[in-house]
């Protein structure tokens, strides 16, 4: 007895080659559309973590602001500047937890050089780094080395001493003064 054919006409199988294209086309299709999607979510992601960031950092400037306000003008030490400000004066500890740095206590770095100075004498220069995104964790506090330009696009959100509010890149020295 002769062995069934491919099909009932008669006709021979397609050949390998036809059938992995008609496979490998969905896959690819899929791959694609899931690896634009993770792209897209992942850009959301860093959006939405710049974005909660800001607030951030307008709330420790303000808070420092009132800290000066309440001690002669005088800005909070560097070795306790968290301390100094929470919870008088910043109410929510999740002030300090920049979004793309979430388990650390703080995500941001306060300028060293600031201690102990008089507000009224530097409070309007023009980007002169108050605190930003930084490396250390609770009461961090030092120069532009501890700048950690963690969100998109390699940037790194600052407040200033006037508050203002900024995103900066590490190679942007010239326009984030650190030295009062
Ligand atoms: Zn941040």
Redesign the pocket.
Known sequence: MDQPSWDDSGGSPPPKSAFLRHLLGPVLGVGLVAGLLLAVWLYARQVA??VY?YP??GAIGLATRMYCADHNGRFPLARNWCDAVEPEYVKNLDCFR????PHAPS??AYNAGLEGLDEGRVGARPNLVMAC?GLGGWNASGGPELFDP??RWRM??VVYVDGRRESRRRDDPAQMTWKP
Do not use: F, I, M, T
């Open positions: 973590q710049q960031c951030n950092l920049c979004p793309a740095l995500g941001y995104d963690r969100h790194g959100l």
